[in-house]
């Protein structure tokens, strides 16, 4: 349901605390009921979003929310609450504004947020990282994985983040989901987030539950489309379903089309020389025909690149899970790798000169038990993807060379797909 109310300049706006029944039950006595995990956003479009968070008690959670370009003006709130009482709150807000900014606070919490819907098009900037779980007592979501998403949550105009998978080391950890939400909590408040299943989510519905997404699924982002799968092994029904997925969702010309996926096709891993073979048997083909720039997945919990058949495949497992080494045989078309590191990959596409730019920021190195922090804005490599003039699809099919630019530290690579 919504209500209005007046609201003084400069000041956000006012939420009816979260309540349930006091522990003394006395008749009309309450209590607020403290917020858990969140919020978080997810499902954002260009006219909509949803809002999740926990509490510590069962009741009915609202939200309220205006775009802040009406602070100044008087503009009245809007709110949307719950009909039921619930420990979680999942709370969509519709009929918003394309490209604009919302200032929202959630009951239970006095702490005040925001979020940009989705614009029609324009530039789109977007995060993509993984692997974060935990391998306790030596890696954990506190220090590790923190230190990523304190990174990320200050890169200014990100439109959402990709998490290609294994969020947690045990997904019926609770303890390991608390850790997870407090390491991200500056990111989640203010940006949609994506996961991708992984291996360590793959037998659990976790996910589905907590982020209110399936294992594949479509991100539409302007000109830009993410397409989310799941290359896990799965049952012959779940493969015909993720296979009738793909059938329904075709190349669409003029669309920047990326992939996030777990398993990487392309890896110098020693347990699986040259990738995920399976996978990229399955794949490959469908990323060729869809006009694919770049793929990105985690699993080898490092960074990597490599391009074939004009289709880039980064492997960003950066998120906070223990680093691995990488074999010193690298398959065909390997253009760089990064082990002991934490970090993240940003992509930006700029529809109005064709092109788009994916590039590797580092957040720390990691030698044992040492963490070395880098300057923020540290890129260990840049590439630059041009379509070329008239080009409308990732793979000129008139044969036109697509030049993709890859900057190492002072050593710049001119590439042609």
């Not at 802040?68 to 009929?95: A, C, P, W, Y």
Request: glycine letters at 8%; hydrophobic letters at 35%.
């Amino acid at each position: 349901m919504t209500a209005e109310r007046g609201v003084m300049a400069f000041s956000l706006f006012l939420v009816a605390a979260c309540s349930i029944p006091a522990v003394s039950g006395l008749s009309g006595d309450i209590s607020p009921s403290i917020v858990q995990r969140g919020p978080f956003l997810t499902n954002m479009t260009t006219d909509s979003v949803t809002v999740t968070w926990w509490t510590e008690q069962p009741c009915s959670g609202t939200v309220s929310y205006r775009e802040t370009n009406h602070l100044m003006n008087g503009s009245l709130d809007r709110m949307v609450t719950e009909e039921q009482s619930s420990f979680v709150h999942r709370i969509k807000l519709t009929n918003l504004t394309p490209n604009q900014t919302y200032g929202y606070t959630i009951s239970g919490s006095s702490a005040e947020y925001t979020f940009r819907t989705f614009p029609m098009h324009g530039t789109i900037r977007f995060v993509v990282y993984g692997d974060t779980r935990e391998q306790l007592p030596w890696w954990n979501q506190s220090t590790h994985h923190a230190l990523v998403a304190g990174r990320i949550a200050t890169e200014p105009d990100v439109l959402f983040v990709v998490h290609t998978g294994d969020l947690v080391n045990d997904p019926e950890d609770a303890g390991e989901w608390d850790r997870f939400f407090a390491a991200a909590e500056p990111m989640l408040n203010h940006t949609p987030f994506y996961p991708v299943t992984g291996n360590h989510e793959q037998d659990s519905e976790v996910l589905q539950e907590i982020f209110g997404v399936p294992s594949w699924y479509v991100i539409q982002c302007g000109d830009v489309r993410v397409v989310v799968l799941d290359s896990n092994p799965l049952s012959p029904q779940l493969t015909a379903s993720q296979d009738r997925f793909v059938a329904v969702n075709p190349e669409k010309r003029g669309t920047w089309t990326f992939v996030a996926l777990h398993h990487p096709l392309y890896s110098a891993d020693p347990n699986h020389p040259g990738g995920f073979l399976d996978a990229r048997e399955r794949w490959e083909p469908v990323f060729r025909e869809w006009g694919v720039s770049a793929v990105f997945a985690a699993h080898v919990h490092a960074y990597e690149h490599a391009e074939q058949n004009g289709i880039h495949y980064f492997t960003v497992a950066t998120g906070g899970a223990p680093s691995y080494l990488l074999s010193p045989e690298k398959p065909e078309g390997y253009v760089t790798d990064l082990e002991n590191t934490l970090g993240y990959a940003i992509v930006t596409v700029n529809s109005t000169n064709n092109s788009a730019v994916i590039e590797f920021v580092k957040v720390a190195d990691i030698r044992g038990a040492a963490i070395r922090l880098d300057p923020p804005g540290t890129v260990y490599e840049r590439v630059v993807l041009d379509r070329g003039p008239g080009v409308t699809n990732r793979r000129d099919r008139s044969g036109f060379p697509i030049l993709f630019t890859s900057h190492l530290g002072d050593r710049k690579i001119n590439l042609l797909t």
